[in-house]
């Protein structure tokens, strides 16, 4: 190449350059950052609706009811409503199927509470078990479903997990969900009869 051109070429391809750093790839860096930070901002409000609604299921599937007055077994602790995340939430700035998996909680949770109110409906008086047994299964599935995906959005935000003190939900969850199952092995071994 000629030693005149060579000049105005590398003035034209750094300019070229420049134009290609300042046009596409700062606004890209700059998007990239934000969405980055929006979306540790809805980790970490995500996170905390998720602790909360695991503190419920787990107080829920613990719960096998006191007597009342008229001999008939209550449930101490309610429900609790399916999680509602805040509104303000960038959910494009995570990824797809991780926010599928969330807001597929809600549907779980609403589906759970369904499957509750209709076991309350065949449940015989006064103890009402297969009721308090709905409720432990499924709060405790829906506790452990929240504790799962609070676990991944930690783990993929480095978000660090909660301090519990004596009060594990998890723990407990999973020692009822374990009591729950041997308890309807003995009916289902009793009704066939299979000596236990």
Same mark, same amino acid.
């Given at each position: ?39 540790? #901002? ?32 209550? !449930? ?31 549907? =779980?949770?609403?589906?759970?509470? !369904? ?5 309350? &409906?065949? !449940? ?7 009721? #308090?047994?709905?409720?432990? #299964?499924?709060? *405790? ?13 930690? *783990?993929? #935000? ?12 998890? &723990? ?20 066939? *009869?299979?000596? =236990?």
């Amino acid at each position: 190449m000629n030693a005149t051109l060579l000049g105005p070429v590398i003035s034209a391809v750094a300019a070229f350059l420049g134009v290609l750093v300042g046009t596409a790839l700062i606004p890209w860096l700059r998007s990239r950052g934000a969405r980055k930070r929006a979306a540790r #901002f809805l980790a970490i409000r995500v996170v905390c609706v998720l602790d909360k609604y695991l503190e419920a299921c787990a107080s829920v599937a613990t719960d096998w009811g006191e007597e009342n007055k008229d001999g008939a077994t209550e !449930s101490r602790v309610s429900e609790p409503r399916a999680p509602v995340y805040p509104s303000d939430l960038d959910w494009h700035s995570i990824e797809y199927t991780l926010m599928y998996r969330l807001m597929m909680l809600q549907t =779980l949770a609403e589906r759970g509470a !369904s499957m509750v109110r209709a076991a309350g &409906e065949v !449940s015989d008086p006064p103890d009402f078990g297969e009721y #308090f047994e709905a409720r432990c #299964f499924e709060y *405790g599935t829906l506790g452990l479903k929240a504790f799962e995906l609070s676990q991944a959005l930690r *783990g993929a #935000f480095n978000i660090p997990d909660l301090e519990r003190s004596e009060w594990n939900p998890v &723990e407990r969850i999973n020692a009822e969900l374990e009591e729950l199952k041997e308890r309807r092995k003995k009916r289902a071994d009793w009704s066939v *009869g299979v000596p =236990l």
